[in-house]
């Protein structure tokens, strides 16, 4: 279903590449602060500037139009002046996480094979590709400008990672135009302007996280306050401090703010909600405590980003995910491939708008980069591996996950990369991972082991995954079964798992089939 349906939102203002999409605000006011972060704070003139200068610095390294950079960097002004940079030279940017294990981030590099590095603190890899933080000051400090590049706004400008089912990093390729189009939908449908400033605590990291953060604020020449602290002081003194008008935080964090009423976040005007389901007892908690209703989002990292979005306001609809953004026809197909009518209930598929100012302007992911290469995806409306429903208003609503992917306070977690490395373990005959519901999470992970041995340690399992997993993949629950439920084709049968390990009111239990 096309969205804002009967009532269009105001069309875009002409996209082009991201390298000029400081261009308006600099013309506007060069002076305005366009980004914040721990170490300070940058005006517009003064990250046009110094994205010049990480242009120039990565383009002495050899890197080329359509080559990658990769960045583990911490949230902090680094990391959005080289952002800024590579796309002003048409490279690609990747984003490789600071919590992944030393496996994890060269399973990553392995797969991208980026021309430079640029690494932070929690970069566990020697890697020839490697620029530290001492060598990358050196070089933006002494840099030249690079030669002008001509610039496509549908060339690849930055890759994503996602698992699917299978919990093998896919690396996801947008264009320039894809990566603009949300901050532009939502600059024009929520009336953004100067007086935004979007405060993010998620790590930038996440291509995501760039799109609505420092893409968006610049398209409504507003500030990018970038958080680096996510317990529960840090996020509210941060968004006190720093006067944040828009926050968007996991439903674990609106869930324990909730329950802190005392704390400051009179700044905000709006609070959104995204990367797993916030149930409506979050909702209604949160407005409670702080006077504010939360905006449901739903994401998928293949459009990218938001896909729905609660609209302004206080109004919403109980389990949904607010309204189809205006670029996306969103609609419910059934397992044929043939798509449902409004309220239908089927995999939720996204195509173009077909309708109003923002018709046809959104095109699919370019594809998935393989073997040196963008492979381009199979044609038609993109999956998104959820069941739900859009309904005649373009109110979107996701009943449940096709993905086999547990969602723990809004970080995925696949199952199959965790019991791939439990099931290394000797004494370990089967292993099945699985969500247990939790109130504040969202899901837990929960490991059901099946094993000969009656003292199978977990405590050495858990340290298995600890070396080779970020922290938060490790099982929190861990269940010992002689047999695991299987099918007659001796296939776990997964849908009874989580009723299996629900019973554990401990970290550790052991159960007996």
């Given amino acids: 279903m096309d969205s804002f349906n009967g009532d269009s939102p105001p069309g875009p203002a002409p996209l082009r590449p991201i390298a000029r999409v400081l261009d308006a605000p600099l013309r506007a006011e060069p002076d305005a602060t366009a980004v914040e ?49 590579t796309q002003r030279i048409g490279a690609v940017w990747v ?18 094979t980026p021309t430079v590095v640029l690494a932070g603190p929690r970069w566990l890899l020697d890697t020839p ?10 070089l933006t400090e002494s840099a030249e400008a690079p030669p002008a590049v001509e610039l496509d706004i549908d060339a690849p400008a930055g890759i994503a990672f996602t698992s699917g089912t299978s919990g093998k990093p896919k690396a996801v390729v947008h264009s320039q135009r894809n990566l603009l189009l949300p901050g532009a939908a939502l600059v024009a449908t929520r009336g953004y302007g100067p007086d935004l400033r979007k405060g993010d605590s998620f790590p930038f990291t996440i291509l995501n996280l760039m799109v609505l953060s420092t893409l968006l604020t610049a398209q409504a ?43 400051d976040l009179s700044s905000l005007r709006e609070v959104w909600s995204g990367g797993s389901d916030t149930p409506d007892t979050i909702r ?5 405590a702080h006077g504010i209703s939360p905006r449901v989002t739903y994401g998928l990292t293949e459009a990218p980003t938001i896909v729905s979005i609660d609209t302004p306001g206080s109004q919403w609809s109980p389990g949904s995910s607010g309204l189809v953004m205006p670029q996306f026809d969103v609609a419910a197909y059934d397992d044929d491939g043939r798509r449902l009518p409004p309220g239908g209930l089927g995999e939720l598929k996204v195509a173009p708008a077909t309708a109003g100012p923002w018709a046809g302007l959104w095109t699919p992911m370019l594809g998935y980069w393989e073997d040196g290469r963008v492979r381009p995806p199979e044609p038609g409306p993109t999956p998104t591996g959820d069941i739900g429903t859009v309904d005649a208003e373009g109110m979107l609503s996701v009943l449940d996950r096709k993905k086999m992917v547990i969602i723990r306070g809004g970080a995925n977690v696949y199952p199959l990369e965790v019991e ?94």
């Fill in 37 to 85: 972060a721990a170490s300070g704070s940058l005006t517009y003139a003064q990250l046009d500037e110094r994205a010049d200068r990480a242009a120039g610095a990565l383009w002495s390294l050899g890197v080329r139009p359509g080559d990658r950079v990769a960045a583990c960097l911490p949230n902090d002004l680094d990391i959005v002046v080289a952002f800024h940079g």
């Fill in 284 to 288: 209604k908690a949160f407005a409670a």
């Fill in 129 to 138: 590709e490697t620029v530290d933080a001492e060598r990358w000051a050196a």
């Fill in 420 to 513: 791939r490395v439990i099931g290394a373990h000797p004494d370990v005959n089967k292993v099945a991972v699985c969500p247990v519901p939790d109130e504040r999470l969202g899901q837990k992970v929960a490991a059901i082991v099946e094993s000969l041995s009656p003292t199978v340690d977990f405590a050495e399992l858990a340290a298995l995954c600890k070396r080779d997993l970020a922290g938060y993949k490790v099982p929190e629950i861990w269940v010992r079964v002689d047999a695991l439920p299987t099918n007659a084709m001796g296939k776990v049968e997964r849908t009874k798992l989580t009723e299996l390990a629900a019973p554990a009111a401990e970290p550790t239990t052991e159960v007996s089939r």
């Fill in 95 to 112: 984003g490789i996480g600071e919590a992944l294990s030393a496996p994890e981030q060269r399973h990553l590099v392995d797969l991208v």
């Fill in 221 to 263: 020449g507003g500030c990018a306050v970038v958080m680096n602290r996510r317990d529960l002081e840090g996020v509210a003194e941060w968004i006190a401090r720093h006067r944040v008008t828009v926050w968007n935080g996991a439903p674990a964090q609106l869930y324990d703010l909730a329950r802190r009423p005392e704390l």
